[in-house]
């Protein structure tokens, strides 16, 4: 089955600054993979997904990439807010979806 | 509005007893999950369902039980609560089995005594 490894567990950054969240995964056989942001004390919600056949997507300032042949995607968040202080799941999907432990983003005023 | 609801939200048990937590969905999602959080263990599978009358294990099914009578229902069962089962639950649903968004409920906060 899939296992999804995320890194890294705790990531600070100052206001205004880019941040990076990589995950790995291990079934070649995924072709889905959603990221979640999950707010204190609330539910964890879809915020940007990619499909195997693409290698990047865009929403305004976050953006996923994806490499399928190294297996694995990154999560990147530009001009970061307090807003996006946050916990952020990926996942991977084969025949079912399989999340990471997590990364906890701290914006730093 | 098509929602996903949880209950009870909070519920303190006794090691040993039998505790249900119900999760009710109106989006008529075929694909339902159950999901337990951990502090260092982010979200794990505990079981899931695509459809009725179908149940499947997931990573962490061992000592949990479901069962998918209707579309708008998939309850969890924990037949003899364990302190190792103290953990905040999510149910989930989606109109995809593994490709599309997860809706989640708001949670159910389990402590096992």
């Known amino acids: 089955g899939e296992n999804v490894e995320q890194h890294p567990s705790t990531l600070s950054v100052q206001e205004g600054d880019s941040a990076v969240i990589k995950c790995t995964y291990s079934d070649s056989a995924s072709n889905y993979f959603p990221w979640y942001k999950q707010e204190l004390g609330k539910r964890p919600q879809l915020i940007i997904d990619i499909r195997s056949n693409v290698g990047e997507k865009k929403d305004q300032r976050i953006a996923v990439t994806l490499n399928k042949t190294a297996k694995h995607f990154s999560l990147h968040i530009t001009e970061t807010q307090p807003e996006d202080s946050a916990v952020y799941f990926c996942?991977?999907?084969?025949?079912?979806?399989?999340f990471g432990k997590g990364t906890r983003l701290h914006i730093l005023p | 509005d098509a929602e996903i609801t949880q209950s009870p939200r909070h519920k303190i048990t006794e090691t040993g007893r039998q505790v249900t937590l119900a999760c009710h969905q109106t989006?008529?999602?075929?694909?339902m999950f159950w999901y337990r959080q951990d502090l260092g263990h982010g979200l794990r599978l505990i079981h899931y369902?695509?459809?009725?009358?179908?149940?499947n294990k997931g990573e962490v099914s061992d000592g949990y039980s479901v069962s998918r009578s209707n579309t708008e229902d998939l309850p969890l069962t924990l037949e003899s609560a364990a302190s190792s089962q103290t953990s905040v639950y999510f149910c989930?649903?989606?109109?995809?089995?593994?490709?599309?968004?997860?809706?989640f409920g708001e949670g159910s906060r389990l402590t096992v005594l």
């Open positions: 996942a991977g999907a084969d025949d079912k979806i399989i």
């Open positions: 369902s695509y459809g009725v009358q179908d149940t």
């Open positions: 989006w008529n999602h075929n694909n």
């Open positions: 989930a649903s989606s109109d995809t089995p593994n490709t599309g968004e997860l809706f």
